[in-house]
């Protein structure tokens, strides 16, 4: 049976404390544990939907849906459908805009 | 921690686009899975009815390049595009502005043919109706105009020995003969 989502297998427990965790590990903890992550989260989010990209990225879900009809397709296809274009079409302002936040954050949270 | 903002290469900046990315990533996933729930539930319209239009009109090619479907008996009944059927012959009803009756839309050709006048018995009809005009002018005067042209009227040739208006034939039948 085809799964819709693909998901990396979950570590190993034993595994993981052996290993110290990475710069981007505690700095991923400490954006999450302030609430900045939700917050830039929602931040993007809105960016991206008032500059259309979101309604872009939607038109080509449905348009690949059309095309290998709509029982065929998996969430994961879509995935993989939009991230490369995605990524290409944001907008520069809103890119360095999310650029700037999250430096102000690491560097607020200056180890 | 401090790096400089100008180089692009830094450990800040990489950061900044690592966790950017993160983000940008989540949104897309939820995007996807927005858009997939959407057309394996059917609730995009727009995607269904051009489905089902797309269906509807390969039906009706399939139908149209049937050959077997115009030799069947029920092919007075065919179904058009719309999905209507029309009777063979047109049934509604109406008057004859000629004559004044009550008349089916499908037999007002064949009817005006007979109530006008083109048709045989209508034509007759119509001549006699002539024929009986003149006959009614002609019995005043003698005739005398007629009788060269003895194809005319029959009035004028009575062989039979009733007093005939010319009065050059005896009754008897005797002609005097020279």
């Known amino acids: 049976m085809r799964h819709s989502v693909n998901r990396p297998p979950t570590p190993d427990a034993a595994e993981d404390q052996e290993k110290e965790p990475t710069l981007q590990e505690i700095i991923n903890i400490k954006l999450i544990e302030s609430g900045e992550k939700e917050r830039l989260m929602e931040l993007l989010r809105e960016r991206l939907t008032e500059c259309g990209w979101k309604d872009e990225m939607k038109a080509l879900c449905r348009a690949f849906i059309k095309k290998k009809g709509r029982n065929n397709v998996s969430v994961d296809d879509l995935v993989h459908v939009i991230t490369p274009k995605g990524r290409a079409s944001v907008p520069d302002s809103v890119k360095a805009e999310l650029l700037q936040r999250i430096r102000t954050f690491l560097n607020s949270a200056a180890l | ?118 048709g045989r018995k209508a034509r007759l009809k119509a001549a006699r109706s002539s024929t009986a005009a003149q006959n009614r002018y002609s019995r005043g005067s003698p005739a005398s105009t007629y009788s060269p042209y003895s194809n005319s009227t029959s009035t004028n040739r009575l062989s039979n020995g009733s007093t005939g208006v010319a009065g050059e034939e005896l009754s008897n039948g005797t002609s005097e003969e020279p």
């Open chain 2, 1 to 118: 921690m401090s790096a400089s903002r100008e180089d692009n290469t830094s450990p800040d900046a990489q950061l900044s686009s690592h966790f950017f990315g993160d983000l940008l990533d989540s949104i897309v996933v939820d995007i996807a899975s927005e858009c997939h729930r959407i057309a394996k539930l059917g609730l995009d319209r727009n995607l269904e009815d051009e489905e089902e239009e797309l269906r509807l009109s390969t039906q009706a090619r399939v139908r149209a390049a049937d050959p077997s479907n115009s030799g069947e008996t029920n092919s007075k009944y065919v179904v058009d595009i719309f999905g209507q059927t029309h009777p063979p012959v047109a049934n509604e009803i109406f008057d004859c502005m000629n004559c004044g009756r009550s008349i089916m839309a499908g037999r007002f050709a064949p009817h005006l043919e007979k109530c006008m006048g083109k």
